[in-house]
């Protein structure tokens, strides 16, 4: 059977593969447990990617516009 990298998972979840590699990975992953771990370790992993926030705290976001309006920048003049 043939042997597939990380990349090749990767390429295959993100629907990267052709025809030919889609399936050649589908029966490998029927029949290689250790692939198949690999593969839901990294579905998950990305789908927690996925639906992570991605935006700071509002809390977060006054600190930082605090800190600025208290430590205000020099301008260096030429």
Known sequence: MK???PNDLL?????E???N???DIQIALLHDNEL???YQEMAETI???NTAKKS???SV????LAYSKNHQINKVEK
């Not at 976001?61 to 930082?64: A, D, L």
């Open 11 to 15: 390429r295959y979840i993100y629907g």
């Open 3 to 5: 042997k597939f990298s």
């Open 21 to 23: 590699e889609t399936q």
């Open 56 to 58: 700071a705290p509002e």
């Open 47 to 49: 789908n927690f990617i």
């Open 36 to 38: 198949f771990e690999s």
């Open 17 to 19: 593969t052709n025809v």
């Open 61 to 64: 976001i006054n600190n930082i």
